[in-house]
Antibody, heavy 119, light 110 residues
Framework: EVQLLESGGDLVQPGGSLRLSCAASGFTFSRSSMAWVRQAPGRGLEWVST????????HYADSVKGRFTISRDNSKNTLYLQMDSLGGEDTAEYYC????????????WGQGTLVTVSS | QSALTQPASVSGSPGQSITISCTGT?????????VSWYQQHPGKAPKLMIYDVSNRPSGVSNRFSGSKSGYTASLTISGLQAEDEADYYC??????????FGGGTKLTVL
C-alpha cells in the first residue's frame, strides 16, 4: 500500500523559513517523480514543485521560484521542501504527491501538513 | 500562469449526468493531451479520477469519463450518486514543464 506522510508544518513569522518532509513507502520511491501541491484555506489546489526521480531535475511554479527548494533523499525514501522568505500568501495545507508520469499526474497523495505564516 | 477556468458550481439529481468544463489556452490544455481530473471531499486529500484526458486509474468507477476539444476539457459523471458530491479540479501540463490547476467546481447532488 502506498503511503505518504508529511511533517514539518508549523506557525512561522513572515520572512521566516520552514522545511517540510514527506516519508514515502509502498512503492519504488527512487523511480518516481514526486511533487508538492498546496491549498490555501477555502481555496483551490496550486501546484508548487516537482522533482524527477534522478533528484537533479526540478520544476517550480512562478509563485515560489527562487524561494522554495525541492529535494529528495532516495536512500531514505523522503521528499523535502525548503521554504524561505515566507509570506502570508504561502499559508496553506501542503500535500506531498507521487507523480504517475515525469511531472504529473498525481496518483497518490498524503494527508497534508499545515503551514501558517503570521506574526 | 493563470488558473484554468471551471464553473464554480454544478448540481444534479441522483441518476442524472452532469458535465464539468475546464477551459485553458494553447499553452496548456490546447497544446497537450495531459489533462487530469481530481475529486476532493471536505477535509480529505484529492483523488485522481481521470488522467491523459480520458483514462481512468484502476478502481475508479466507469461512471466517470473525460474528453477534450480544443482548449476545453470536460469531466462527465453519469448515474450521479450521493457519494459523488465533492469538489472537482482539472489540471493540465503546461509549457515550461509546469502544471496548472483549475479553480475547482463544487458538485452538489440534490
Amino acid at each position: 500500500e502506498v503511503q505518504l506522510l508529511e511533517s514539518g508544518g508549523d506557525l512561522v513569522q513572515p520572512g521566516g523559513s520552514l522545511r517540510l518532509s514527506c516519508a514515502a513507502s509502498g512503492f519504488t520511491f527512487s523511480r518516481s517523480s514526486m511533487a508538492w501541491v498546496r491549498q490555501a484555506p477555502g481555496r483551490g489546489l496550486e501546484w508548487v514543485s516537482t522533482i524527477r526521480a534522478d533528484g537533479v531535475t526540478t520544476h517550480y511554479a512562478d509563485s515560489v521560484k527562487g524561494r522554495f527548494t525541492i529535494s529528495r533523499d532516495n536512500s531514505k525514501n523522503t521528499l523535502y521542501l525548503q521554504m524561505d522568505s515566507l509570506g502570508g500568501e504561502d499559508t496553506a495545507e501542503y500535500y506531498c504527491a507521487k507523480a504517475q508520469g515525469v511531472i504529473d499526474p498525481f496518483d497518490y497523495w498524503g494527508q497534508g501538513t499545515l503551514v501558517t505564516v503570521s506574526s | 500562469q493563470s488558473a484554468l477556468t471551471q464553473p464554480a458550481s454544478v448540481s444534479g439529481s441522483p441518476g442524472q449526468s452532469i458535465t464539468i468544463s475546464c477551459t485553458g489556452t494553447s499553452s496548456d490544455i490546447g497544446g497537450y493531451n495531459f489533462v487530469s481530473w481530481y475529486q476532493q471531499h471536505p477535509g480529505k486529500a484529492p483523488k485522481l479520477m481521470i488522467y491523459d484526458v480520458s483514462n481512468r486509474p484502476s478502481g475508479v468507477s466507469n461512471r466517470f469519463s473525460g474528453s477534450k476539444s480544443g482548449y476545453t476539457a470536460s469531466l462527465t459523471i453519469s448515474g450521479l450518486q450521493a457519494e459523488d458530491e465533492a469538489d472537482y479540479y482539472c489540471s493540465s501540463y503546461a509549457s515550461g514543464s509546469t502544471v496548472i490547476f483549475g479553480g475547482g467546481t463544487k458538485l452538489t447532488v440534490l
